[in-house]
């Protein structure tokens, strides 16, 4: 109890100091307790529901979040005593205290029992609770840690279930185990159950136990852990069963986590990610400086104990601490060699690399810190070892009992010392910079108030890839974006791709709302039931570039006005904007349905929602060959001669930056340039272009240019670049080719804008073809460039006139609907055709629309993506009918939930039960 007390102090003091630190705040960005301090309640609440609206569907399945439910019941309940910084302090610390005590509990009873060494058993336990590992994903995804937390409760009380063979510890342990839900993520589940099942392998060679008799626990452990665990584990393996390709497309989001972990920093237990600079100067974690500057201590500490450790191996001659050693060593080394991943210095490259991308299982290891897990399981049981090999040197070395006392204990307490150093150090915490403004609160309150009375969407703006803000710090998860409007299902923003969110989702926001909102028709956002459009200034728009219509907050403002939206909130940091008369319906029968046979690219289905009134007209992209619409595309050329002095200034130059002795100079004919180069350097770039006196608009189209060599040319870089007026950069990747040996033949390069996204292409200002040497040596260069650049623009053509391409419907019907959850709704209507029900939520196959009619079930209707991106049901019942349309997870979750909950209530009866028998038997006894 003693030491129990000493790790609660231990952690306490710090606890203190983080709560007392008015510079501290007690959220991170981007971390899980942020919502709860938000509004628990609502968390919560919507946890239950395994799709949300957020994001126009998205198909939010929060299943890896679990924790959050028992965590905003934790913060509802205990918010009436404490602050929210004491809560969110306190479910940091106190995780620390758990794990700590379960490891000392663990190697007290099991590893050291006969060793008199608590106070080294106690600093092994303390590092369990509070090393590098914990730190960083503390900082980054509190809940990864939760498999961790628990592993070494659960393997305490497996072990009591194995030698005292009571039905008590095999509950425990399986309702531990079934607590990996809180935090669903496969890679640290996965480390957390290698870890369990070697280290009970590992005591069945020192216990010779049973293999058949651990065999039979194991499998009753985990049928009944499988049953406490289903309200999670069956929702998320039929949903990642069903979306398995969608998941294969995820996996090279994160490559570079696994590219660039050396084996020096997977030794110390740090990844490679949180110590570099990433977007603009910003640093992933405080203590990233203090971490570069300490890390050869590190290294050398990490080293010393593994040596302690390797020391008493060769030193002791007790059988049982030898199998320990040798089975972690071994351990030890599977953990350093996988968490390099795929870094140019891991002899498992390749297969690593293979693996993460051909696996859908596989690939959630893409980011292989997880794997550090390992590392930090095995030094926490090197150190009391290591402190005893020490000690057995020290005594052969030397007869100073003060250096044989204070030496091994010096080493190890060095080694938790700088491995807990964000800790005391102040740097653990992610907090902001400044904290949530005033005016968040007043913004949020206000349109709370708006959509009570007139409901629709609030689309935030300027909308960025990552939700980073100015007065907050970057975190490298993808943060909810910190508002407090309490209908979530108003809100649209992007927030990234991280999955499982639909791709149709994706679409629909990302490539169409946002890169493409100056484009966007007005009635198509009414149509869309976009009501409010929220201007948030204090978004840094520098990340994620790719998904923003622009960086000029003032130019959204001038386009908003002009499309009648009314400014109805004005304040310092925050604006919001009205749009009369727009659709708060979700659920409507369009008079109308086209068929399209063929694949749809996004700009296809861009043009189809923008052009049609979907309220009206509903476009199917149908497989079949009947009532096809006729969808052609033609391409339409002109030509700019990139010399006319009427259309701008032509330009040409070097790059002086690079090398200023670069040279280029110009001759002209009447339809080319002679272009003579002179470049020193590699990298070295000549550039020749116009600049126009009025922008031209190139959406949707292909620029060409043509170059002919007059002599052979080796390792020429070839590029278009491309800019509006804004002064916004792009540019295709160079075309580099190893020779243009072939002096009669034309060579064509191509920038096609379909995928542009990050300047405006209606506006563009200047042309400019970049020539670069690509040489380790000085090149002189002569060749001829056509002075007619062509731009092909690709034109979506929809002829309409032929009446065998629709399907009339006749607008004869009543409709009502009721939303009961984000995952259920009730339709009621009265057809005398058949007729599309149209549903303005992002299109996702795993809704389902079940037909009732006089009562009974008559039909069970799937969705098809009306206009490529939002749903359809195709009803082919008349009548009185009531629809309910249901997102089908939803019962794979309450199915799982209630067969987690009757096992629950079955272990409690049983352990009531047990304790009253052994409560008789003891009667009796005396």
């Given at each position: 109890m003693k030491n129990f007390i000493l790790i609660m102090l231990f952690f306490l003091a710090f606890f203190s100091c983080y709560y007392l630190d008015s510079s501290i705040n007690y959220v991170a960005l981007g971390d899980p307790p942020q919502s709860l301090v938000l509004n628990p309640s609502l968390e919560f609440k919507d946890y239950f529901y395994k799709w949300q609206e957020t994001n126009f569907g998205g198909s939010w399945f929060p299943m890896f979040l679990s924790g959050r439910c028992l965590l905003a019941l934790f913060v509802k309940y205990f918010e009436i005593l404490f602050p929210p910084k004491f809560i969110s302090l306190f479910i940091i610390f106190g995780s620390l205290v758990f794990s700590s005590v379960g490891f000392y509990k663990l190697i007290r009873d099991f590893y050291l029992k006969e060793y008199n060494i608590i106070n080294t058993v106690l600093i092994a336990s303390i590092f369990y609770g509070a090393n590098l590992h914990l730190c960083i994903e503390i900082s980054h995804f509190f809940f990864l840690l939760i498999p961790y937390i628990l592993t070494p409760w659960i393997l305490y009380?497996?072990?009591?279930?194995?030698?005292?063979?009571?039905?008590?510890?095999?509950?425990?342990?399986?309702?531990?185990?079934?607590?990996?839900?809180?935090?669903?993520?496969?890679?640290?589940?996965?480390?957390?159950?290698?870890?369990?099942?070697?280290?009970?392998?590992?005591?069945?060679?020192?216990?010779?136990?049973?293999?058949?008799?651990?065999?039979?626990?194991?499998?009753?452990?985990?049928?009944?852990?499988?049953?406490?665990?289903?309200?999670?584990?069956?929702?998320?393996?039929?949903?990642?069963?069903?979306?398995?390709?969608?998941?294969?497309?995820?996996?090279?989001?994160?490559?570079?986590?696994?590219?660039?972990?050396?084996?020096?920093?997977?030794?110390?237990?740090?990844?490679?990610?949180?110590?570099?600079?990433?977007?603009?100067?910003m640093k992933v974690f405080y203590f990233s400086d203090i971490l570069w500057k300490i890390r050869p201590v590190l290294i050398i500490l990490s080293a010393l104990i593994i040596f302690g450790a390797f020391i008493y191996y060769k030193t002791t001659n007790n059988r049982k601490d030898k199998i320990i050693?040798?089975?972690?060593?071994?351990?030890?080394?599977?953990?350093?060699?996988?968490?390099?991943?795929?870094?140019?210095?891991?002899?498992?490259?390749?297969i690593y690399f293979y693996l993460i991308t051909h696996s859908p299982f596989f690939g959630t290891f893409r980011?292989?810190?997880?794997?550090?897990?390992?590392?930090?399981?095995?030094?926490?049981?090197?150190?009391?070892?290591?402190?005893?090999?020490?000690?057995?040197?020290?005594?052969?070395?030397?007869?100073?009992?003060?250096?044989?006392?204070?030496?091994?204990?010096?080493?190890?307490?060095?080694?938790?010392?700088?491995?807990?150093?964000?800790?005391?150090?102040?740097?653990?915490?992610?907090?902001?910079?400044?904290?949530?403004?005033?005016?968040?609160?007043?913004?949020?309150?206000?349109?709370?108030?708006?959509?009570?009375?007139?409901?629709?969407?609030?689309?935030?703006?300027?909308?960025?890839?990552?939700?980073?803000?100015?007065?907050?710090?970057?975190?490298?998860?993808?943060?909810?974006?910190?508002?407090?409007?309490?209908?979530?299902?108003?809100?649209?923003?992007?927030?990234?791709?991280?999955?499982?969110?639909?791709?149709?989702?994706?679409e629909l926001v990302d490539d169409m709302l946002y890169r493409r909102f100056f484009e966007f028709n007005i009635s198509t956002l009414k149509n869309l039931g976009i009501k409010y459009i929220l201007i948030d200034r204090t978004l840094d728009t520098r990340l994620g570039k790719e998904a923003l219509p622009t960086a000029d907050v003032e130019r959204i403002e001038e386009h908003l006005k002009k499309k009648?939206?009314?400014?109805?909130?004005?304040?310092?940091?925050?604006?919001?904007?009205?749009?009369?008369?727009?659709?708060?319906?979700?659920?409507?029968?369009?008079?109308?349905?086209?068929?399209?046979?063929?694949?749809?690219?996004?700009?296809?289905?861009?043009?189809l929602i923008n052009t049609f009134d979907i309220r009206k007209v509903a476009i199917v992209n149908s497989k079949s060959s009947i009532n096809k619409i006729n969808f052609t595309k033609k391409n339409e050329t002109y030509v700019i001669d990139i010399t006319n002095q009427n259309l701008g200034r032509f330009r040409?130059?070097?790059?002086?930056?690079?090398?200023?002795?670069?040279?280029?100079?110009?001759?002209?004919?009447?339809?080319?340039?002679?272009?003579?180069?002179?470049?020193?350097?590699?990298?070295?770039?000549?550039?020749?272009?116009?600049?126009?006196?009025?922008?031209?608009?190139?959406?949707?189209?292909?620029?060409?240019?043509?170059?002919?060599?007059?002599?052979?040319?080796?390792n020429l870089g070839l590029q278009v670049f491309l800019m509006d007026e804004n002064k916004l950069w792009t540019h295709q990747p160079p075309l580099y080719l190893d020779n243009f040996e072939n002096t009669s033949k034309i060579y064509e390069i191509n920038l096609s804008l379909d995928d542009v996204t990050d300047i405006n292409k209606r506006k563009i200002k200047w042309i400019q073809i970049g020539f670069e040497n690509r040489n380790d040596y000085p090149v002189n260069w002569t060749l001829k460039l056509d002075k007619d650049i062509n731009i092909e623009k690709e034109i979506l053509l929809i002829d309409m006139k032929n009446n065998?391409?629709?399907?009339?419907?006749?607008?004869?019907?009543?409709?009502?609907?009721?939303?009961?959850?984000?995952?259920?709704?009730?339709?009621?209507?009265?057809?005398?055709?058949?007729?599309?029900?149209?549903?303005?939520?992002?299109?996702?196959?795993?809704?389902?629309?079940?037909?009732?009619?006089?009562?009974?079930?008559?039909?069970?209707?799937?969705?098809?993506?009306?206009?490529?991106?939002?749903?359809?049901?195709?009803?082919?019942?008349?009548?009185?009918?009531?629809?309910?349309?249901?997102?089908?997870?939803?019962?794979?979750?309450?199915?799982?939930?209630?067969?987690?909950?009757?096992?629950?209530?079955?272990?409690?009866?049983?352990?009531?039960?047990?304790?009253?028998r052994e409560k008789r038997s003891r009667g009796k006894s005396t």
């Open positions: 009380y497996s072990f009591k279930y194995i030698t005292s063979k009571k039905s008590k510890y095999l509950i425990t342990t399986s309702f531990l185990l079934s607590f990996f839900g809180l935090a669903p993520n496969p890679p640290t589940v996965i480390i957390s159950l290698i870890i369990i099942v070697w280290t009970i392998l590992t005591f069945k060679f020192i216990n010779k136990w049973s293999f058949k008799e651990l065999l039979t626990k194991g499998i009753k452990i985990a049928s009944l852990s499988f049953l406490l665990s289903f309200w999670w584990i069956l929702p998320i393996l039929t949903y990642k069963l069903y979306f398995t390709n969608q998941f294969i497309k995820t996996l090279h989001m994160e490559l570079f986590y696994s590219g660039n972990s050396t084996l020096l920093n997977v030794f110390h237990l740090s990844g490679y990610w949180e110590l570099f600079i990433i977007h603009y100067r050693l040798l089975s972690y060593f071994i351990l030890f080394l599977f953990g350093l060699l996988l968490a390099q991943g795929y870094h140019p210095t891991s002899i498992i490259k390749d980011n292989n810190y997880k794997w550090v897990a390992i590392l930090a399981f095995c030094y926490s049981i090197f150190i009391p070892y290591a402190y005893l090999g020490y000690k057995n040197l020290l005594n052969k070395l030397t007869n100073n009992q003060k250096i044989r006392k204070t030496l091994p204990y010096l080493i190890i307490i060095l080694f938790l010392l700088t491995s807990s150093f964000p800790i005391w150090t102040g740097t653990l915490i992610n907090h902001y910079f400044e904290g949530i403004p005033q005016e968040s609160y007043e913004v949020s309150n206000y349109l709370n108030g708006q959509i009570k009375e007139d409901y629709g969407k609030v689309m935030i703006m300027p909308g960025t890839w990552l939700s980073y803000y100015k007065w907050g710090y970057y975190s490298t998860n993808r943060p909810i974006f910190v508002s407090f409007i309490e209908d979530r299902s108003a809100l649209i923003y992007r927030y990234g791709g991280e999955p499982p969110l639909s791709w149709y989702g994706k009648g939206f009314k400014l109805i909130y004005k304040g310092k940091n925050y604006s919001v904007y009205k749009l009369p008369n727009a659709s708060s319906s979700l659920i409507w029968i369009p008079s109308k349905i086209y068929y399209i046979n063929g694949s749809l690219t996004t700009n296809d289905k861009f043009i040409y130059g070097t790059w002086p930056w690079v090398y200023k002795e670069d040279k280029i100079s110009v001759s002209q004919s009447n339809n080319s340039l002679d272009i003579n180069l002179s470049l020193h350097e590699k990298y070295s770039v000549g550039q020749v272009g116009i600049e126009f006196y009025n922008p031209i608009d190139l959406s949707n189209s292909i620029v060409k240019v043509r170059i002919k060599p007059d002599k052979p040319l080796y065998n391409n629709e399907t009339k419907i006749f607008n004869n019907y009543k409709l009502n609907y009721t939303k009961i959850n984000p995952t259920l709704w009730k339709v009621q209507v009265n057809a005398t055709k058949p007729f599309m029900l149209s549903f303005a939520e992002s299109y996702d196959p795993l809704w389902e629309a079940r037909i009732y009619k006089d009562g009974k079930l008559v039909e069970k209707v799937s969705p098809v993506p009306l206009y490529g991106v939002i749903n359809g049901f195709y009803i082919n019942e008349t009548g009185n009918l009531k629809i309910v349309i249901r997102y089908k997870p939803q019962d794979w979750f309450e199915i799982g939930l209630a067969t987690s909950g009757i096992t629950f209530l079955a272990c409690i009866t049983y352990l009531f039960y047990d304790w009253r």
